[in-house]
């Protein structure tokens, strides 16, 4: 089974709107953290925002924030007030066995290719 | 700037030969991790090296090898190229021990192009 599934292949916004970005995942872990990545045409991995399983507040980080959802298992990006640059793609990602040091693979989903236009 | 530093940036080279690909992690970093990025397979992990000590294998080929040096660089070594290696090779580090929420840093990737 898929650890972590993004279902929406593209996503078309246009600037100033909000945008969501899928993302459920697969565990049986009760520690595990979810990360969301930005990758511009350039190639870099950009990382965006963290949600720890433990944290009671969903996590924002200036028009980032993380809709999670721990009973249907999702955890969704919203941009707010998308920009030209936000085009890019996004991948969603998590670590399992948080309280585990030892180890934080991440594991990626597929991506969403989010186009913004003006 | 992730602060993590990947060197080459591109790299061209041909079936059979074998290339080196060096990552510095962020400062105070003891964890290095390196990734495949292919059209065809996505994001894979391949090892995870901490403070010089191997501690995980992924999908690594055994054409592959990697080490972590004292001054916690590492280099992935890729041998035996095949025209399905060429990939984005990613490097990340992380902090493992203290208050961290678990954040993996990238380097920008060193491309890899077999002809």
């Known amino acids: 089974a898929q650890k972590i599934t993004q279902t929406q292949p593209g996503m078309f916004v246009q600037e100033k709107e909000a945008v969501t970005l899928d993302c459920t995942y697969d565990t049986s872990d009760p520690s595990y953290g979810l990360f969301w990545y930005k990758q511009p045409s350039s190639g870099e991995m950009i990382f965006l925002i963290y949600q720890g399983s433990y944290d009671q507040q969903n996590a924002t980080e200036g028009r980032y924030s993380l809709n999670f959802q721990k009973a249907r298992k999702s955890a969704n990006l919203v941009i707010s007030a998308s920009q030209l640059g936000d085009s890019a793609m996004y991948f969603c990602a998590m670590r399992e066995g948080f309280m585990n040091t030892g180890f934080q693979k991440l594991v990626f989903g597929t991506g969403t290719r989010l186009l913004v236009s003006p | 700037d992730s602060g993590v530093t990947q060197t080459p940036k591109h790299l061209i080279t041909a079936t059979g030969q074998r290339v080196t690909l060096r990552c510095s992690p962020r400062s105070g970093d003891l964890s290095v991790y390196w990734y495949q990025q292919s059209l065809d397979q996505g994001l894979q992990f391949l090892i995870h090296?901490?403070?010089?000590?191997?501690?995980a294998k992924g999908n690594i080929l055994e054409r592959f090898s990697a080490q972590q040096f004292p001054d916690l660089h590492s280099e992935l070594n890729l041998s035996s190229l095949e025209l399905g290696d060429s990939a984005l090779y990613f490097c990340a580090s992380s902090v493992e021990w203290g208050p961290n929420t678990g954040e993996l840093f990238f380097g920008e990737g060193s491309r890899l192009t077999v002809l």
């Open positions: 090296y901490y403070n010089g000590e191997e501690r």
